[in-house]
């Protein structure tokens, strides 16, 4: 029996944050727009709109630098309750088309319509019709992909923001894969990136020229997993979404870090990664939490629970730094450092907003 082959979905909402000002300020449509941290202070940017990324502004740099490069950008604090209020809109619009959708964050969901019998066509039919739906019913723009993995829907969505629809039919899964960065694949970090690059591995068609050995060798088991994704090999289920319990990330130093000031300055960027984290799926969380490995593998965490949610990056790296002086750095050599929060609860609107403004 041959299988039908799988439609997937990837739906993403353009510059989320900063267009849902541009609807419901129109003041703040023909301006540079950048949401994020303090310009004044150490913030990261979260969302620029696309009058800004043509200067050049984008997600994760920090807002000072952004204010630098575009000093006439208006910049806004995250407005948290109201992009949960735009997202429940959203994923409720989503949910009309399958009853298999997976949020992965505010803003983005992937939908399994392969075995759901619809009124459309095909699946670029329904896609069309989702566009056109969050046109008319949030007065934003999504970009889709359809594919017949995950992996490549996602992809997909990314090729022709923003406002875009990119179908990838299953023959030509090769062909758009092939030129795309390693760094695209989902699991290659600025480690294995590396790594990849020492190897003069750049393209994703160079890694399909190495065999799944050469690559296993390489990188250990993520290796395998790599090689299945640049043949576009991805039957990773859309599911349901698992409520989330914490968010973490953690850095393996290449050097053993002795220097608590380097620490400091690290910690500091992972929590910066860890608010951003937090911000697009709307959480925030109490309890922190600093990991450090000794070089003999001893991992020892430190955490403690704070009476509100840190509201800043800045803040989060603060109570991080703090915990890690708990540890024995600075006297004992780190060879890796993570940071977690916990304790996540949901921003909730204050009020709810019109559908139309
Ligand atoms: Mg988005």
């Known amino acids: 029996m041959s299988e039908r082959p799988r439609r997937i979905l990837h739906c993403d909402m353009d510059g989320f944050f900063a267009a849902i000002h541009r609807r419901d300020e129109p003041h703040l449509r023909e301006v ?122 996602k992809l997909a969505s990314d090729w022709d923001k923003p406002d875009g629809l990119t179908v990838v039919p299953p023959k030509q899964v090769p062909g ?37 050995e050469r690559l296993v060798h390489l990188l250990g088991r993520i290796g395998g997993t790599l090689h299945n994704l640049a043949w576009g090999r991805d039957d990773c289920p859309v599911g349901v979404e698992r409520a989330r319990k914490s968010l973490g990330v953690e850095t393996t130093f290449a050097v053993d870090q002795v220097n608590l000031a380097e620490m400091d300055r690290i910690l500091t960027s992972l929590a910066e990664r860890v608010h951003r984290g937090l911000l697009t799926r709307g959480l925030t969380g109490r309890t922190v939490t600093v990991k450090a490995r000794y070089p003999d593998f001893r991992t020892v965490t430190r955490s403690q629970t704070l009476a509100e949610p840190p509201a800043e990056a800045e803040a989060l790296a603060t109570v991080a730094q703090q ?14 450092l993570g940071l977690t929060v916990a304790n996540l609860t949901e921003a909730e609107p204050a009020e709810q907003l019109p559908l139309f403004r």
């Open 323 to 336: 915990l890690l002086r708990r540890t024995e750095a600075g006297q004992t050599p780190v060879r890796l």
């Open 176 to 212: 758009f894969l092939a030129p795309l960065p390693v760094r695209k694949l989902p699991g290659v970090g600025p480690t294995t990136e590396r790594t990849l690059t020492e190897a003069s591995l750049a393209t994703v068609a160079d890694l399909r020229a190495q065999g799944r």
């Open 32 to 153: 540079p727009l950048v949401v994020g941290g303090d310009p004044d202070g150490r913030g990261v940017v979260s969302t620029a709109n696309y009058a800004a990324r043509r200067y050049g502004r984008h997600s994760a740099m920090p807002a000072a630098t952004a204010k630098r490069l575009c000093p006439e950008a208006v910049f806004l604090r995250p407005d948290l309750a109201r992009y949960r209020a735009g997202s429940r809109r959203l994923m409720a619009l989503l949910s009309e088309f399958s009853d298999r959708i997976e949020p992965v964050s505010l803003d983005e969901a992937y939908l399994e319509l392969t075995d759901r019998l619809s009124s459309y066509p095909s699946t670029t039919a329904a896609a069309e019709a989702i566009r056109a739906r969050v046109r008319e019913t949030l007065g934003l723009t999504v970009s889709v992909g359809v594919a017949n993995s995950r992996l490549v829907a």
